[in-house]
């Protein structure tokens, strides 16, 4: 059975960083593109940064520069630094596995201040 336990979410004010994680459990995480998303309300859920298993990582364009998306095989986790935040980031935040979706955990919600 598939798990993804997001964490590490909070408020924090513009310009600020923040570090999510992602537990992943039922998953060969060896294997396994991984990917962060984000959704608002009212807004479809988007996809923000993958990582695939060789290491390679894609961003959307709002976000390129600012997060980073990383993976800890041994610990089935993936991460995303969240630098630079902007007001508009604000969402609740799922990890998933973008070449086959999963059934979605309960997200973290990243709230920024001005």
């Known amino acids: 059975q598939v798990q993804l336990v997001e964490s590490g979410g909070g408020l924090v004010q513009a310009g600020g960083s923040l570090r999510l994680s992602c537990a992943a459990s039922?998953?060969?995480?060896?294997?396994?593109?991984m990917g962060w998303y984000r959704q608002t309300p009212g807004k479809q859920r988007e996809l923000v940064a993958r990582?695939?298993?060789?290491?390679?990582?894609t961003y959307a364009d709002s976000v390129k520069g600012r997060f980073t998306i990383s993976r800890d095989v041994a610990k089935n986790t993936v991460y995303l630094q969240l630098n630079s935040l902007k007001l508009e980031d604000t969402a609740v935040y799922y990890c998933?596995?973008?070449?086959?979706?999963?059934?979605w955990g309960q997200g973290t919600q990243v709230t920024v201040s001005s």
């Open positions: 998933n596995t973008p070449l086959t979706l999963r059934e």
């Open positions: 039922g998953i060969d995480f060896s294997i396994s593109t």
């Open positions: 990582i695939k298993t060789g290491g390679f990582t």
